[in-house]
């Protein structure tokens, strides 16, 4: 297997940014990881794929270090998952260590997971490469190994249903179907996709699944993990409550994983820029280009319910559009770091969901749509180019959309049908 077939199968990071894999392949790491962290709270995914499915995830592991040449491979699973540890103990090749880590988060940030399995720091504003490694998703892999088309997608159904589950459905899925098949015990109820730390607060359940959707969380329509989304819904919402609110205790960026591992992220410096910048000429901090977007500033740190978070995003964004960059020395890990990790359990405490069953057992929930609307841009970089017309049949599995640039994806129709209707934003297949 080469990139250029990694590339055919329209395989991305089925995670974060969904970034085209074929394109992380053209590195040459010395040492390949597998981010099996799985560090959103009550997501089981990534655990059930190995559990049903390690040989793929450790054949997708081989043809990648097969491809970029690694020596080395570790999986960086968090060390409460013995039983998935010793059956990927009992089944990793040569040149595989299986490497336990803390169950804390964000463990499965991949400059945190990097330092926890293999003692190196990434350098602000470099690319994980240049420590010499490469970081993959589990289900990544999966796709890797599987060797054909990417159709499905695994994702956790979690929160406030009778039984949380892990299910695989068909990529273009609505929302709305998928939860169609779950018992949901709030009467009045909010969902959110992603994970409850990273993902989106979702108000139109007729978006569908991608190939980068991890989860679909449902959870009362007054629960923290909602009340605290809508309250930083604008950028308007994040500088007003800054300039409000804040009083420079520093917790966010006492507790910042990023700040821990020497980056120069300083959430706090974000919030005094907010509260005093003019839209004219803002005040910048270049180092907070580091940050991962975490979120445990605002939804852990803050004691006052502020948006360190969405400060920082603000002036990330504005630090790129005027072409900033961090210049400053080398790094070293904080003398604190190994006092300052937040444990799973205390998160979730404090995230309230510790009355949710957090559990989440591979299930067949019979999806079966009779439609999919398959988006063109469900990847990092340029969308996809149609390569079908209205009207045409297409069987699942087919090339529907190609990649247009360097940086972009292919995408597979998920189900045998008929293309409906193309648009900028999706494809349009219904079943015959």
């Not at 068909?170 to 996709?193: H, N, Q």
């Not at 007003?240 to 992220?265: M, S, W």
């Not at 591979?362 to 439609?371: N, R, S, V, W």
Request: charged fraction near 25%.
């Amino acid at each position: 297997m080469t990139p250029r077939d990694v590339e055919a199968l329209g395989v991305i990071g089925a995670g974060g940014a969904g970034f085209p894999t074929h394109v992380k392949l053209e590195g040459t790491p010395d040492t390949v990881i597998v981010n099996a962290a799985e560090c959103e709270p009550l997501l089981h995914k990534d655990m059930q794929v190995i559990l049903h499915h390690a040989d793929e995830v450790l054949k997708g592991l081989d043809a990648v270090r097969a491809m970029t040449g690694a020596r080395d491979a570790i999986i960086g699973i968090k060390d409460k998952h013995e039983h998935e540890i010793a059956l990927l103990t009992a089944h990793a090749p040569a040149g595989v260590r299986v490497v336990p880590i803390e169950d804390v988060y964000p463990a499965g940030d991949e400059i945190t997971l990097i330092y926890m399995t293999t003692g190196r720091l990434v350098q602000p504003g470099a690319l994980p490469i240049t420590a010499g490694c490469l970081v993959q998703n589990v289900e990544t892999l999966y796709n890797i190994g599987a060797g054909v088309p990417v159709t499905d997608k695994f994702i956790a159904v979690a929160g406030a249903v009778e039984r949380p589950a892990t299910i695989r459905v068909p990529v273009g899925v609505s929302y709305a179907e998928v939860l169609s098949k779950f018992r949901i015990t709030a009467p009045d109820y909010r969902v959110r996709s992603g994970g409850l730390m990273m993902g989106v607060l979702e108000e139109d359940l007729t978006h569908v699944v991608s190939k980068r959707t991890g989860a679909l969380i449902v959870l009362p329509a007054d629960h923290y993990c909602v009340t605290m989304y809508r309250r930083f819904m604008t950028d308007h919402d994040t500088d007003r409550i800054a300039k409000a609110g804040c009083d420079q205790c520093t917790f966010c960026t006492e507790l910042c994983p990023r700040y821990l591992l020497g980056q120069p992220v300083r959430p706090e410096t974000a919030m005094r820029n907010r509260m005093f910048t003019r839209e004219e000429q803002p005040m910048l901090f270049a180092g907070n280009l580091s940050c991962c977007e975490c979120n445990l500033c605002t939804m852990y740190s803050c004691p006052e319910g502020l948006d360190p978070r969405g400060a920082t995003v603000i002036e990330k964004r504005i630090a790129r559009e005027q072409k900033l960059t961090w210049s400053g020395p080398g790094i070293t890990v904080h003398p604190m770091f190994a006092y300052r990790k937040v444990p799973s359990r205390m998160l979730k405490q404090r995230l309230d969901v510790l009355k949710f069953a957090d559990e989440g057992p591979l299930t067949d929930a019979g999806i079966d749509p009779a439609e999919v609307r398959i988006p063109l841009h469900e990847h990092a970089g340029a969308a996809a180019e149609p390569v079908v017309s209205r009207g045409q049949r297409v069987c699942r599995g087919d090339l529907i959309g190609r990649a247009r640039g360097k940086i972009s994806s292919n995408i597979h129709a998920s189900i045998d049908g008929v293309v409906e209707t193309l648009t900028a934003d999706h494809i349009h297949i219904r079943r015959d």
